[in-house]
């Protein structure tokens, strides 16, 4: 199995600095106020659906704008930017009909974040950029019911999530991802799938990919929406052997720390953080200011928690520069040795010996 050429340009800035992951990207397309006309383009004018707030179809009818989004983060320092392809499988497609269009879609995705990464790293060769293949949640959860008078039943199951990973997986492979970054993660089954269907894409096209793995804390609990720690969610995905695991979403920096401490302290990969720009308002939105934000997660930098960092919802890209220049002076995270022994988890974590 071969590995990208900048799978090693990856590990040798991963060893030499914090890097910068990229912001909201839905944060940023709000910014431009699009109406259904814009969301359709000329090629679906006449879809029988409506199709304003189907993101992902933005690489197909509007790239330019992703491209400039894409763009704006890497002239904030990101070193990673995460492709517009969130929903981009068959099962949240469904939504607007759209299931067909899903491979096309991340492969269009990640040859607009490869041809911006592509613009940067010309001008800057000595600072790799990298693209990461963002392979969203779903809007289906396998372990939990949607229906609270039957706990038994589930709208999706294991093998749908697979075959609609699987192909997302290989779209954004074929556009040019350098990275698989399963994100947002509220329900671990729906990560294991994705992480399953991931390695499956490796072996099928002989090509692997740096997995990024990152959860989602969904409040005050501790806890994922499936119910786990963050500990117990590690020991369930590490044997994907991530280049790294961590948080994002849900939290802001304040409320996200003590998780991301615990996932320090028993990860022996690299540790990811992308909160939200604080919590949203009584209208939904993020007040938070870019220096506010930098202020908040310089510490985990300073106590030497974090390996990459960046912004989620309400972050842009004045956030993200503000946090690459609050975090640039100290050394990435050492990567702890971890003693072997027997760890399990199911809602909790279970360490023998």
């Known amino acids: 199995m071969t590995r990208k050429p900048t799978y090693a340009a990856l590990e040798k800035a991963a060893r030499e600095r914090i890097l ?29 659906r409506d199709v304003k707030g189907n993101n992902d179809l933005l690489v197909l009818t509007q790239p330019q704008i992703i491209q400039g989004i894409h ?6 320092g990101a070193d990673i930017i995460e492709t517009n392809s969130f929903n981009a499988q068959r099962i949240s497609m ?20 490869r041809a911006a990464a592509d613009k940067f790293n010309a001008l800057t060769p000595d600072k790799p950029r990298f693209v990461a293949g963002a392979v969203g949640p779903t809007n289906r959860t396998a372990s939990i019911s949607p229906n609270v008078n039957d706990p038994g039943f589930r709208n999706v199951d294991f093998d749908e ?61 501790g806890r994922t929406l499936s119910g786990q720690t963050a500990e117990a969610f590690w020991y369930s995905m590490r044997h994907l052997k991530p280049f790294s695991i961590g948080l994002n979403c849900a939290l802001g920096a304040e409320l996200m720390r003590p998780y991301l401490a615990e996932l320090s302290h028993v990860a022996d990969t690299r540790i990811s953080a992308y909160p939200n720009a604080g919590l949203p308002n009584a209208m939904g939105e993020y007040d938070e200011s870019g220096h506010e934000m930098a202020c908040k997660t310089e510490p985990w930098a300073r106590d030497g928690l974090i390996n990459i960092i960046g912004g989620c919802c309400g972050s842009t890209p004045d956030h993200i520069r503000h946090i690459a220049e609050h975090v640039k002076t100290y050394p990435p995270r050492t ?14 974590p279970f360490v023998h010996g």
Not at 23 to 41: F, P, V, W
Not at 71 to 76: D, M, N, Q, V
Not at 335 to 348: A, F, N, Q, Y
Request: proline fraction near 3%; hydrophobic fraction near 45%.
């Open 94 to 113: 469904a939504d607007y009909g759209m299931e067909d269009l899903a491979y096309e879609m991340n492969v269009q995705a990640a040859k607009v974040a």
């Open 335 to 348: 990567i702890p040795h971890i003693e072997p022994k027997m760890r399990l988890s199911g809602l909790e």
């Open 71 to 76: 763009e704006e983060y890497l002239a904030a």
């Open 20 to 48: 910068i992951i990229d912001g909201a990207m839905g944060t940023m397309i709000q910014r431009h106020k699009l109406g259904e006309a814009e969301y359709r383009g000329a090629r679906f004018k006449d879809w029988p």
């Open 161 to 221: 999530l697979r075959e609609a990973y699987k192909e997302q997986v290989k779209g954004l492979i074929e556009g040019g991802a350098d990275i698989i970054l399963i994100e947002t993660i509220f329900d671990t089954l729906n990560a294991k799938a994705a992480g399953f269907a991931t390695l499956e894409v490796f072996e099928e096209t002989d090509v692997e990919l740096p997995i990024m793995i990152s959860g989602t804390i969904t409040d005050r609990s």
